[in-house]
């Protein structure tokens, strides 16, 4: 397995699901073992000094982690993955590479972590944000300066579940030598590819649906840019943003039943979003896949299927009833994150979006009673049966 073939050609293998299974593993060259190993060491024996089997101190590579970054790649047909040790580290590492001076277009409903890295370590250090609504391609060419060097794009957003549209955006922002990153962490590979509709680099947090089990933090990059593959290797040599073996090989493991998993996930989503929408204690219920969602023909465009997230309303935005489904529920997990089997429910407001002033949240129309969804693979019914009798409890 030596480093330099770390990323096969995303060509390949032919469907998702092999890419899943097989992408970037072979097995084990020394003793045949089909699962790569947990290479958990830190360095590595050299016949002669400079002479080794391409593999030096694991800040830089690792097999686990090199077996884990050619999946990735082929997951999202790229040329390169670049694993790190959590979804900020790779976002870090992302804007580490811009220069003082350079500003950034992000989406205005994102991930509340990547709000505070901008706002608070990147604005101090003279890189700059704008946070913009992106379902308006005219708003977003309009917030571009000379100075822009990055679009960042999250979609479905987070948690408002806006349909940001890949391609409209990437042509504006090439036409502005601007590099395009969208954060693909709420749709997967396996729902959408964004590197496709034109952007130059995807961002994930494999906490989440990758890895799929709640059971570890790791973040990669997916890109064809050679160039961006080498700032951002140069970044991890140099700053220690690297995963350990253990954690890619859990990730490993969680991209093997990825579309499995996301099947599950997209159809009880589905049906649960439905139940809520006819539900009379229920205001406006934010799932791309229901027709009635603004972003939805540009989800069937963009996306195979709608993913495992929904936002929901209460009809009188009541936050203190709000609080009370998220107490009287007991097959939903009360918890931050997203993207496990198990079924979790959160209030932004209070949880995940708190790092955003409330001034701001009021403005982006992310309200007090708004409640956020990861829909497990459990049985439907449980799920189903679950949540309407929390939302008839209050
Ligand atoms: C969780 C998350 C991140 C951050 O990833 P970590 O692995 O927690 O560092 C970034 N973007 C989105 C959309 C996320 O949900």
């Not at 469907?15 to 299974?21: E, K, L, M, P």
């Not at 220069?99 to 370590?121: F, S």
Request: with cysteine; aromatic share 6%.
């Amino acid at each position: 397995m030596p480093a330099s073939s770390s990323n096969e050609p995303a060509d390949a293998p032919s469907g998702f699901g092999t890419r899943a299974v097989h992408a970037g593993q072979q097995p084990d060259p020394s003793t045949g073992a089909v699962m790569t190993p947990i290479y958990q060491s830190s360095t590595y024996a050299q016949a002669a000094p400079g002479e080794h089997q391409g593999y030096e101190y694991s800040r830089v590579s690792n097999p686990t982690r090199t077996a884990l970054e050619g999946n990735l790649a082929a997951l999202e047909g790229a040329e390169h993955g670049i694993a790190f040790s959590s979804g900020v580290a790779g976002i870090d590492a992302i804007v580490k590479s811009l220069r003082p001076g350079d500003h950034i277009v992000a989406t205005d409903d994102l991930y509340g972590g990547t709000y505070r890295l901008l706002e608070e370590v990147f604005e101090p250090l003279d890189i700059h944000t704008s946070f913009v609504d992106m379902s308006d391609p005219d708003a977003v060419e309009a917030a571009f300066t000379d100075d822009t060097q990055l679009l960042w794009v999250e979609t479905p957003t987070n948690p408002l579940m806006r349909v940001v549209d890949i391609e409209a955006l990437s042509e504006r922002a090439h036409a502005h030598d601007i590099t395009v990153a969208v954060d693909n962490t709420f749709a997967t590979p396996y729902l959408q590819q964004p590197l496709d509709h034109g952007a130059d680099m995807v961002l994930h947090s494999a906490t989440k649906y990758l890895g799929g089990h709640s059971d570890l933090i790791l973040g990669a990059v997916c890109t064809n840019s050679d160039e961006w593959a080498e700032k951002l290797r140069f970044q991890i040599k140099s700053t220690g943003a690297a995963p350990g073996p253990m954690d890619c090989f859990l990730a490993l493991r969680g991209t093997k039943t990825l579309h499995l998993r996301m099947e599950q996930h997209c159809s009880s989503a589905r049906r649960l979003a439905q139940m809520l929408n006819a539900h009379e204690k229920v205001g406006l219920v934010r799932y791309p896949g229901l027709p009635s969602h603004p972003g939805h023909a540009l989800a069937q465009k963009q996306m195979s299927d709608y993913g495992g997230m929904i936002s929901f309303e209460l009809d009188d935005d009541d936050m203190d009833k709000a609080l009370a489904i998220l107490d009287a529920v007991e097959v939903f997990t009360l918890a931050e994150s997203l993207g496990g089997v198990e079924s979790l429910i959160e209030h932004p407001a209070s949880m995940t979006h708190a790092s955003i002033p409330a001034k701001e949240r009021r403005k982006i129309g992310l309200t007090d009673s708004l409640i956020r969804l990861s829909v497990g693979v459990e049985s439907f019914d449980d799920l189903q049966d679950d949540l309407d009798r929390a939302l008839r409890q209050v």
